[in-house]
């Protein structure tokens, strides 16, 4: 079947309280999703954020983000009282540190209710909770600061002392526990009901871990650390359309050698776990399998790289092996040289088109249309680039004039619906949208500027999609013959 959807995160839901949540506009967007004969919903990652609250650079890659719970929800189930949750005033950008500040104590006032039989069944269920509850107290206890500051007994996760701290801190621990039962109760909830409506919840999965997060912590083994569990080497990528000087991601790499002795374990765990959360799953950065770029740890930019072999066909000869009911789409942006190209056919997942990355030199760019093949997933834009009209108003005129000759419209013409239809038009088995082009919003609505830090992240739908769009929507899946309304 010939699918469409689109790519909206949570947080971007318009819902009273200032930000999108697992709530009520979730289920009414589902419902959006379905009557516009969509079967697709993406989103970013779900985990916990931190500093500049990218999705990308989480706690933890189990962990669910705590601001995505639902405060109406947990009055409706006896939790909080009712009218303990007061709604923040409403805005187009999540006021993150405002959010943060309510729900932590909400979610206390709720914890002090909780039933410790949900809790031990939840951390029989997801063996990973207790380590991220023991990493999330301790974080907290030390204020706030990186596990790579933390005395060093703890940093390095000496026995005895483990032991004592998760006694010292045993409730902090269960409360950051219960958070997480909150999160996967409410999430499970959300995709049974969008999956009984025809919808796919759509994942992502970044392929690095966050240096400050639970799992270079708790597998300190598993990533290129000293004996010290210091990063010697960290992830990025060489300059590209987006930056100059490369990006300097700071992710620790993994080790491996390890990682393949033990039969790569943490990973097939993790995979598994992430097919439990989706109906599909974005990898990102999927090229970082077959090779990845290794910069020496304390690098002031990513010019220094080089690239170094990944495990490429022997991990994922593992992972068909483990992971059964995980669809994987491969997140194949970059330098897509002969060794991911080997990659990509072995696996046979779906790679993806960008349209707006289309123009740029000749016809031989492998995001020109006529380039589109059916084992894509095609997209007008990502979460990393502009909106398609905040992507024209800053093209090239040379750009313009090979865009419009190939699409054949004008600049009288509706922009954003031209490379709509395009992509709904493309030969690819899937077409994803971001919200905002449906909305023909121009640089206002991205969502994310790589490399930058600040005002990323935050984007909101002022109000719930119309009527009129879900008509418009509805009509584009008829004609290109796409989803329920082929």
Known sequence: MRESGVLLHITSLPEPGGIGTLGQAAYDFADFLHQAGMTIWQVLPVGPTGYGESPYQSASTFAGNPLLIDMKLLEKEGLLPDGAFLPLPDSDHVDFDAVRAQKEGLLRQAFANADSKDMEKFIKQHPWAEDYGLFMALKGHFGGASWMEWPQEIRVRKKGVMAKWREKLNEEIHYHIFVQHLFYKQWNALKKYANKKGIQLFGDMPIYVAEDSADAWTNPDIFQFDKDCRPIKVAGVPPDYFSEDGQLWGNPLYNWATLSRRKYSWWIDRLNAMGNLFDLLRVDHFIGFANYYSIPAGAKNAKGGEWIKSPGESFFKVVQEEVKGVRIIAEDLGEVNDRVKKLLRFCGYPGM????????????????????????????????????????????????????????????????????????????????????????????????????????????????PSDALKKEMKALNQFHQRGKNK
């Open 353 to 464: 088109k960008v349209l707006t990355f289309g123009f740029d030199g000749d016809e031989t760019n492998p995001h020109f249309p006529d380039n589109y093949t059916e084992n894509y997933v095609a997209y007008t834009g990502t979460h990393d680039n502009d909106t398609v009209l905040g992507w024209w108003e800053k093209a090239s005129d040379r750009v313009k004039e090979f865009a419009m000759e190939t699409l054949e419209f004008t600049e009288e013409d509706d922009i954003a619906l031209c490379f709509i239809e395009e992509v709904l038009s493309s030969p690819a088995e899937r077409a994803i949208i971001p919200m905002q082009d449906f909305l023909r919003l121009g640089s206002e609505g991205r969502m994310n500027t790589p490399g930058t830090v600040g005002h990323n992240w935050g984007w909101r739908m002022a109000s719930p």
